[in-house]
């Protein structure tokens, strides 16, 4: 096989690629050896190597202790809708969801007060180093964690008022726009900035998956006459899920 300018295990991983896509090697099917790849193909152990590592970082295959290396079961991608969507009642739109339709989701969360480190106090508008309110949560579809958020709230904004924890209170889980409004901060805006990485070995605990598998990360911030209220990562593993945007048209 003539390779060309493309490093050979990217071109088998690519020829390998594309017989699962196909279907040739179907889900639970187990990956040729490394062995039958070097004779295939004709190349060296390391290359067989490398491709089968290229696989296996696509989450495209994954490894069995003592077994051998198999095709992964491709789960059919499911929508999480995110911001321009604003429920009646004000509940967030997962939670909209899950009240509107058959849902069986679930979330769990945690709040302490923190120090800004220097990046979420950028994203603030803040000192690094002034109190936060963060609160990380985990979603549940059926049991299966399917997104996880940590947010980040100025204390100078919201300590000392009802909503200073924002799953506890009379506006609990409300809400950014609902509880800031409780206490008459106004949000009039909002960014998300959508990105794409290899998950973190703590985020893929909770989430499944193996080193090496995507993850999207949603940096959302809210703002009320242009300073940031309150500012979140949001991880959602990308061979799982979507992201879907509901933007009303002005």
Same mark, same amino acid.
């Given at each position: ?47 067989? &190597?490398?491709?089968?590592?290229? &696989? ?18 491709? %789960? ?21 969801? =899950? ?13 302490? =007060? ?13 000192? %690094? ?35 200073? &924890? ?33 998950? &973190? ?26 300073? %940031? ?22």
């Amino acid at each position: 096989m003539t390779f060309g300018e493309q490093p050979a295990y990217l071109r088998v991983a690519g020829d390998l690629r594309k017989k699962i896509v196909d279907g040739q090697l179907p889900p639970r099917t187990r990956l040729p050896s490394q062995a039958r790849i070097r004779q295939e193909y004709g190349v060296s152990d390391t290359v067989a &190597l490398e491709a089968r590592k290229v &696989l296996m970082a696509e989450g495209l295959v994954e490894g069995r202790s003592g077994s051998g290396t198999y095709v992964r079961e491709r %789960p059919v991608p499911r929508r999480i809708a995110r911001s321009g969507y604003r429920p009646t009642g004000g509940a967030t739109p997962f939670r909209q969801e =899950q009240a509107d339709g058959e849902g069986r989701g679930t979330w769990e969360s945690s709040s302490e =007060q923190t120090e800004a480190g220097v990046a979420v106090a950028e994203r603030l508008d803040i000192e %690094p180093g002034e109190h936060v309110m963060c609160t990380r949560y985990v979603f549940r579809e059926g049991g299966e964690a399917m997104m996880l958020s940590t947010s980040w709230e100025p204390l100078a904004v919201t300590g000392r008022t009802p909503v200073m &924890l924002p799953e506890e209170g009379p506006l609990g889980g409300m809400g950014v726009v609902e509880r800031m409004r409780a206490i008459d901060v106004i949000v009039d805006n909002v960014t998300e900035e959508v990105g794409a990485r290899p998950g &973190l070995a703590e985020e893929l605990l909770v989430l499944g998956g193996v080193p090496g598998h995507v993850v999207l990360v949603i940096q959302r911030t809210f703002y009320a006459s242009g300073r %940031p209220v309150e500012t979140a990562d949001v991880v959602i593993p990308a061979d799982r899920y979507r992201a879907a945007y509901h933007l009303p048209v002005k």
